[in-house]
């Protein structure tokens, strides 16, 4: 979290320390994670930086709160609770290494 001279908030802070090929359209890979931070959070913004670890130069974007998208996300993550609750760790866990090996 970063905060302002006052103390209030000023959002969230993500960075990335990325290779030349992974800067372009980062900020845009990343949007998902940061709509459900500020989700969890309840900020209403997410500072994002990418650095380009070969030549340093980099990215900084601001992602702000979207609540549709968050509520689809939420929505999501229910959907999943309900579909994976019935397998039971051991299911769960043959489910995902079936999704690894795809």
Not at 26 to 43: I, R, S
Not at 74 to 101: C, H, Q, R, T, V
């Amino acid at each position: 979290r970063l905060f302002n001279s006052d103390g209030t908030s000023a959002g969230l802070l993500e960075l990335k320390f990325l290779k030349s090929k992974s800067m372009p359209g980062a900020f845009e890979k990343y949007k998902t994670q940061m709509q459900m931070q500020m989700l969890v959070t309840g900020e209403k913004q997410t500072h994002f930086f990418a650095l380009n670890k070969h030549t340093l130069d980099y990215d900084h974007e601001i992602e702000y709160a979207d609540p549709e998208f968050q509520a689809q996300l939420l929505e999501n993550a229910e959907e999943a609770i309900k579909f994976m609750s019935p397998l039971g760790i051991a299911g769960i866990m043959d489910w995902m290494y079936g999704m690894i090996e795809r």
